[in-house]
């Protein structure tokens, strides 16, 4: 079955004295992109996540967070940027000279500046660590894909519901097609008889015009291929492979067809239709958007 390009899947454990935490987030891309957020010690892991989440998504953004909070053994780290340091020294000096302030830069006013003295929070190198964030990570892509399925099938249930609502409309589209040529023979035959009254010089000749453009509002052709689009596109929805460029496509030429039958056929009865096939098509596209 198809699959959304939208989910989640997150898989949280207990470590040492703290946790674990593995979040796995996916939205719409038109190509596949992964991102990977990990802590400093797990840095080595990066891509072989992306391996796997490539064997796994063949479109869409993809998010993969790693945290691991507390912990005995924990490595604090304190950062001091002393060449940010020196610029806010150099930029305050200049700044009092230049508002005449009194004052003075002390070492309590350089370091609470942002940036200058930073603390980082990092775990551990030890590799049961790296082992139990492979085993999370492929956990939450389970969870993913998961969800990922399950919003697939709900999309497909809704996308053939409303297929099936621009099916109905062809079919009452073609249940008035075969009157479209005499109608339209009739009434431009109706305007010329009105224009030139008793004056007609060549009667075959004006029937056989008529014809011609008469002719031109049949839209059996379109008929015919927007019910082979259709079913196309429904045999799509049954594949278990990535379809959505497919889908996209197919409902492209669906919206041609049903374009041409508005503007050829030039019935009020059938732009009806025409609208409601068009209203639910739009519907349709924006599901679309969300396939893999």
């Not at 490539?54 to 967070?65: A, E, H, K, V």
């Not at 697939?152 to 409309?169: E, N």
């Not at 379109?222 to 197919?250: N, Y």
Request: proline share 2%; charged share 30%; with cysteine.
């Amino acid at each position: 079955m198809i699959r959304s390009m939208t989910g989640f899947g997150r898989r949280q454990t207990a470590w040492q004295d703290g946790s674990v935490t593995v979040e796995v987030r996916s939205v719409n891309h038109r190509f596949l992109e992964v991102a990977c957020r990990l802590p400093r010690s797990l840095n080595h892991l990066e891509e072989m996540f992306k391996k796997a989440v490539q064997q796994r998504c063949t479109r869409g953004r993809i998010d993969l967070t790693v945290s691991v909070q507390g912990g005995k053994g924990r490595a604090a780290t304190v950062s001091l940027d002393q060449s940010l340091a020196k610029q806010y020294h150099q930029t305050l000096r200049a700044l009092k000279k230049s508002l005449k302030l009194s004052g003075s830069i002390d070492l309590a006013l350089i370091a609470g500046l942002r940036d200058v003295v930073s603390v980082s929070d990092q775990p551990p190198e030890d590799p049961k660590l790296g082992k139990l964030v492979v085993r999370l990570v492929a956990e939450s892509l389970d969870d993913l894909a998961g969800m990922r399925s399950r919003e697939g099938t709900a999309l497909a249930k809704d996308m053939l519901t409303r297929l099936q609502v621009i099916g109905d409309h062809r079919l009452r589209v073609a249940a008035r097609a075969p009157h479209l040529v005499q109608d339209a023979f009739d009434r431009m035959k109706s305007r010329v008889e009105k224009l030139l009254g008793e004056a007609v010089p060549d009667l075959s000749r004006l029937n056989q015009e008529l014809a011609i453009f008469a002719d031109r509002t049949d839209i059996t052709e379109e008929l015919v291929r927007l019910d082979s689009h259709m079913i196309q596109f429904q045999q799509a929805l049954e594949h278990t492979e990535p379809i959505g460029k497919t889908l996209d496509f197919l409902l492209q030429e669906i919206g041609r067809e049903v374009n041409t039958i508005g503007s050829k056929a030039n019935d009020a009865e059938i732009a009806g239709h025409v609208i409601q096939m068009k209203a639910e098509l739009e519907r349709i596209r924006e599901q679309v958007q969300n396939i893999e």
